[in-house]
């Protein structure tokens, strides 16, 4: 596991919270983190894992509600801004956001990056539950 990684999980076991890895190779470290019936994949890429990414699938959406909850993303982008919300070609409702790391602190900003970003999917779900099932 790259350095960066290695710093976050570190982390997550000093507050006992589960994770697993699902990828390990030269190329980048893919620690997943279980929440509220979702999972949160941290993409750790570059040299000792200083760039990360944190992606979460939300909600499947139905064909027809694509296009309204692209317009929903759009409104919401506007107003929170640590993380991106869009929906994939697989028309998942996606959450994504974005750190640069340093080896030193890696493990105190990726679970930063972490908190903020599921509070404001929790914060948001209602509003995208409203644009699918209304």
């Not at 919270?17 to 030269?26: A, K, M, P």
């Amino acid at each position: 596991m790259n350095i960066c990684a290695q710093a976050f999980a570190n982390n997550l076991d000093s507050k006992n919270l589960t994770y697993s890895v699902s990828r390990d190779d030269d190329s980048k470290s893919v620690i997943s983190f279980p929440y509220k019936q979702r999972r949160t994949s941290i993409i750790f890429t570059g040299e000792e894992g200083v760039q990360c990414q944190f992606q979460t699938v939300i909600e499947s959406v139905p064909e027809d509600k694509v296009m309204d909850l692209i317009v929903v993303c759009n409104s919401l982008n506007t107003q929170y801004r640590f993380v991106k919300f869009v929906v994939d070609s697989d028309n998942d409702l996606m959450n994504y956001s974005d750190a640069i790391l340093t080896p030193e602190t890696a493990g105190d900003e990726c679970f930063e990056v972490l908190l903020r970003s599921l509070q404001i999917i929790d914060e948001a779900k209602p509003t995208f539950m409203k644009a699918i099932y209304a």
